[in-house]
């Protein structure tokens, strides 16, 4: 009887931190595993349970609620990131969400991610949502339509032949993760498309040799001290990419962003989110001209 009772509270010390911790997985390692294991992608929330509203409205209208504890862990692995202020996390877990940060960066509190079991990044939302669970499950539904997407896309990558065939498709692949805000994860497609295309008979060469000239620009300007060069600079790109007004959009805007922040000129800067607004109203880059032109006077 002894023997049976010191079992039964072996077995219930190795289950009652699972009851805690509920259905989130914290070790990203596990949530991979689990994941293979499973076939089912993992479903990540970066929070800051401490000290986030948002965060804290998502758990209670979200996370805490007996659908979501119901159906989430049947379609998905939970892999909780907390960032909190107060509660003292172990250096290992907190060494491991540092680095999961810096790869997946986000630009907020709090975050969704749907990855694949090898850590592959399909979709992003970030910000509080209204709806309750309802339509917390469409928004990752909708995730996992770009991972079906872009799953597609790479196959046709993997079965394209070297030369055009290969550089289209990688042109596709990026500029669909590009439109999705996922191509940093893609980073290597740009220049692999330059030799790909290295006869530019499809008209990708010329393109991706002038973004990726910009994505220099963008890596160093803000180090440098000369920023009327990084302006003129950015003004020599904005012509070479008279052909792409996709590309020329964002080279414009970010020549409107050095005007504002780095030379104080509102006045420029105006006429150039002007410009990136009218290449493209609807696109995120056009919004987002027009919301800071909302703040300009």
């Given amino acids: 009887m002894v023997r049976l009772l010191f079992s039964f509270l072996i077995l219930l010390g190795s289950v009652l931190p699972l009851l805690a911790e509920g259905p989130w997985i914290e070790d990203f390692e596990a949530a991979k595993k689990a994941s ?33 504890l119901k159906d989430a862990p049947a379609k998905y692995v939970l892999l909780r990131l907390d960032y909190p202020r107060k509660i003292v996390q172990s250096e290992k877990l907190r060494v491991q969400n540092q680095k999961l940060a810096e790869k997946y960066p986000f630009e907020g509190y709090p975050t969704y991610m749907l990855l694949d079991s090898q850590g592959l990044l399909y979709g992003q939302y970030t910000g509080y949502l209204a709806g309750g669970t309802k339509a917390f499950f469409q928004m990752v539904e909708g995730m996992d339509g770009q991972k079906k997407v872009l799953t597609a896309l790479s196959d046709t990558l993997k079965k394209s032949a070297a030369g055009v065939d290969r550089a289209k498709a ?14 940093a994860q893609y980073g290597d497609l740009p220049l692999k498309i330059v030799q790909e295309d290295k006869d530019n008979k499809a008209g990708l060469k010329a393109r991706y040799l002038v973004f990726n000239a910009y994505l220099r620009l963008l890596s160093t300007w803000t180090e440098g001290s000369d920023f009327q060069k990084a302006v003129t600079d950015l003004d020599k790109l904005s012509a070479q990419a008279q052909s792409w007004p996709d590309l020329k959009q964002r080279i414009v805007f970010t020549r409107g962003m050095v005007w504002w922040n780095a030379l104080n000129d509102e006045q420029k800067a105006k006429a150039s989110l002007q410009e990136a607004r009218a290449l493209g109203p609807e ?5 987002r001209s027009a919301e800071l032109l909302d703040q300009l006077p």
């Fill in 283 to 287: 696109t995120p880059t056009g919004l």
């Fill in 170 to 183: 990688q042109d596709a692949l990026f500029r669909q993760a590009e439109a999705w805000g996922l191509s």
């Fill in 36 to 68: 293979a294991a499973s076939g089912k992608p993992i479903l990540v929330d970066i929070t800051g349970s401490d000290w986030c509203p948002p965060c804290q409205r998502m758990e209670a209208e979200v996370f805490s609620r007996p659908d979501f």
